[in-house]
Every structure is written in C-alpha cells, then in structure tokens.
C-alpha cells in the first residue's frame, strides 16, 4: 500500500524533470547514442583503416550487426562489402577521396 504512493510520488516529479531536461541538454542523448565518437571537430576519418569512422567495423564493433542486418558483408574479408577493398577494388578511389586532407 505505502509502496504505491510512495512510487507515483517518485515518478511525478521525475516526468516533469524529464520534459524540462529534454529541452535543456539535446546534446546528452545524442552523446549516449554514440559512445564510441568523441569531439565534433574531429574528422570522420580512420587513418588506420582507411574509412569514415563512424562505418569502420573494426574499431565500432557494434557496426558489424548493423552491415550484416542489411546484407551488407563480406564474409571473406570480415568487412562490409561496400568497404570491401579487396573485392571492390574501386572503393579505393572513393575512400581515397573521402579521405580528409592533411595540412591546407
Ligand atoms: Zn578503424
Ligand atoms: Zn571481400
């Protein structure tokens, strides 16, 4: 009995809290969306393997699913196929030119 009252006084104020917060810190559920990327200023680059960050499966390992949901894989090669070099050997030129410049 107490705990009833008890939980709808716990969760009246914490809707309210929400609603208000929402407007006030967009920022904060876009950040939770993505772990995994950091400052805005940075470029959308893996020096290191050649792709945006935000599609490298090897360093997003939580991307793997998402290609593989949509058919997307390379089996072979553990890539996504659109990121397949080695069987799309003309996506190099395309990531080559993604590729941020270094130095202006
Ligand atoms: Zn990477
Ligand atoms: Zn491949």
């Known amino acids: 009995m107490k705990y009833t009252q008890f ?3 716990l969760v009246l104020p914490c809707l309210l ?5 929402d407007k006030k810190q967009p920022a904060e559920q876009s950040k939770a969306g993505t772990p ?3 400052a805005a200023a ?8 050649g792709v945006p960050e935000s599609i490298c499966t090897r ?3 939580k991307l793997i699913a998402e290609f593989k949901k949509k058919g997307d894989w390379c089996k072979e090669h553990d890539l996504p196929e659109s990121q397949c070099i080695l069987c799309n050997p003309e996506l190099k ?3 080559e030119a993604m590729k941020p410049k270094e130095g202006k």
């Open 17 to 21: 809290a929400l609603s208000s917060c």
């Open 7 to 9: 939980a709808s006084l």
């Open 59 to 61: 360093c997003n390992k």
């Open 93 to 95: 030129e395309k990531f």
């Open 42 to 49: 940075e470029p959308d680059w893996c020096a290191e393997h």
């Open 36 to 38: 995994q990327q950091t």
